[in-house]
Nanobody
Framework: QVQLVESGGGLVQAGGSLRLSCVAS????????MGWFRQAPGKERDFVAY????????NYADSVKGRFTISRDNVKNTVFLQMNSLKPEDTAVYYC????????????????WGQGTQVTASS
């Protein structure tokens, strides 16, 4: 069982930056692909980025490429999402997710989820 706790959300003006963090419980963090998803009101939960469990591969949604960067620290069991040049359309609840020994860009690929953190970019 893995428990995930996100932090770092908030209100920022368009063009600003935020850094999200997600801390995972357990001793097997390095065996999990860590992903970020987001969900705006009335919309589905969409893929944002992942950092693979092996080889350090990253993958980003087209809408965030060049603006967001995912990273991880396996010693501290933490994954980060650095978000720059935020736009109003980035406003959503952001969720951290974990999937063991595989990758994926669909929400139902992931087995464990955090509670979410609100990000609001005002115009």
């Amino acid at each position: 069982q893995v428990q995930l706790v996100e932090s770092g959300g908030g209100l920022v003006q368009a063009g600003g930056s935020l850094r999200l963090s997600c801390v995972a419980s357990g001793r097997t963090f390095s065996s999990y692909t860590m992903g970020w998803f987001r969900q705006a009101p009335g919309k589905e939960r969409d893929f944002v980025a992942y950092f693979s469990w092996n080889g350090g591969r990253t993958n980003y949604a087209d809408s965030v490429k060049g603006r967001f960067t995912i990273s991880r620290d396996n010693v501290k069991n933490t994954v980060f999402l650095q978000m720059n040049s935020l736009k109003p359309e980035d406003t959503a609840v952001y969720y951290c997710a974990a999937r063991r020994y595989s990758t994926g860009i669909q929400a139902n690929d992931y087995d464990y989820w955090g509670q979410g953190t609100q990000v609001t970019a005002s115009s």
